[in-house]
């Protein structure tokens, strides 16, 4: 691999960093205040707290597993790897998608009054921004490759 995917790694260390956070964060929430989540569901909803405590934590636990695969894939990249490469596009590939996906459905949501636009837009814009980093991850890598993958 050449020496262009360099930025590519740090886009990777930085999306890992981010997605521990917020996996940490989400396994605190779900454990030491789960209240504080079922508090925002409608009525109606016969959930209780430790319920939606669990489902924050296995949620948390699979956001973090993902940022650590973003860290492994950065690092290996970082390395020289050569399988770092494909396991790269492949997951920054399928991030994208979930990025676009996510943002179009937060601005519908704007669109049909079914969430305030004060929690949607910001959503939509890091979503947006996510997007493009993983697009420029996957330009990155696929153009640092002399040959065809």
Not at 9 to 15: C, E, G, S
Not at 27 to 48: F, H, K, M, R, T
Not at 61 to 70: D, E, F, K, S, Y
Not at 114 to 123: D, F, G, Q, R, T
Request: hydrophobic share 65%; net charge positive.
């Amino acid at each position: 691999m050449g020496r262009r995917s360099g930025f590519a790694w740090a886009i990777l260390l930085v999306a890992g960093i981010v997605l521990l956070a917020g996996g940490a964060a989400a396994i605190a929430v779900g454990i030491l205040n789960p209240g504080l989540i079922s508090a925002q569901l409608p009525p109606d909803a016969e959930v209780d707290a430790p319920a939606v405590g669990g489902a924050a934590v296995a949620l948390g636990v699979a956001t973090a597993a993902v940022g650590l695969m973003h860290l492994a894939i950065g690092v290996a990249l970082r390395a020289g790897m050569a399988v770092a490469a494909t396991g790269a596009v492949v997951l920054a590939s399928t991030m994208a998608v979930l990025a676009l996906g996510f943002a179009v459905a937060a601005l519908v949501s704007i669109a049909s009054n079914s969430a305030p636009a004060v929690y949607m837009l910001p959503a939509a814009i890091g979503l947006a921004v996510g997007l493009i980093g993983y697009v420029v991850v996957v330009a990155r890598v696929i153009g640092s490759r002399g040959a065809p993958i």
